[in-house]
Nanobody, 113 residues
Framework: QVQLVESGGGLVQPGGSLRLSCTVS????????MAWYRQAPGKQRELVAQITSRFSTNYGDSVKGRFTISRDSAKNTVSLQMNSLKPEDTAVYYC???????WGQGTQVTVSS
């Protein structure tokens, strides 16, 4: 049974930082691409960042230069470091394992004064 569990969400002021973590159980993901998506109320779920097995990365335009995705294969974790957060970053953030079409449960990130 493959499971993805996110942690690290919360409330942060504009300009602040958060680090999200996704722990994968039931499978090793070191050979596969992993990704983070987010969904704000009334909006489509959008790609935030992805990282390949070769550690190549790409980011959505709105987060480029502020967010960093990383992976630790030994720990089966994928992380998203979020800096210089803006109110428009407020959303539920989801870890995604494309090979299995598997989503985490989501973690809420709220950026507000």
């Amino acid at each position: 049974q493959v499971q993805l569990v996110e942690s690290g969400g919360g409330l942060v002021q504009p300009g602040g930082s958060l680090r999200l973590s996704c722990t994968v159980s039931g499978s090793t993901f070191n050979m596969y691409t992993m990704a983070w998506y987010r969904q704000a109320p009334g909006k489509q779920r959008e790609l935030v960042a992805q990282i390949t097995s070769r550690f190549s990365t790409n980011y959505g335009d709105s987060v480029k230069g502020r967010f960093t995705i990383s992976r630790d294969s030994a720990k089966n974790t994928v992380s998203l470091q979020m800096n210089s957060l803006k109110p428009e970053d407020t959303a539920v953030y989801y870890c995604y394992f494309p090979m299995y079409n598997m989503w985490g449960q989501g973690t809420q990130v709220t950026v507000s004064s």
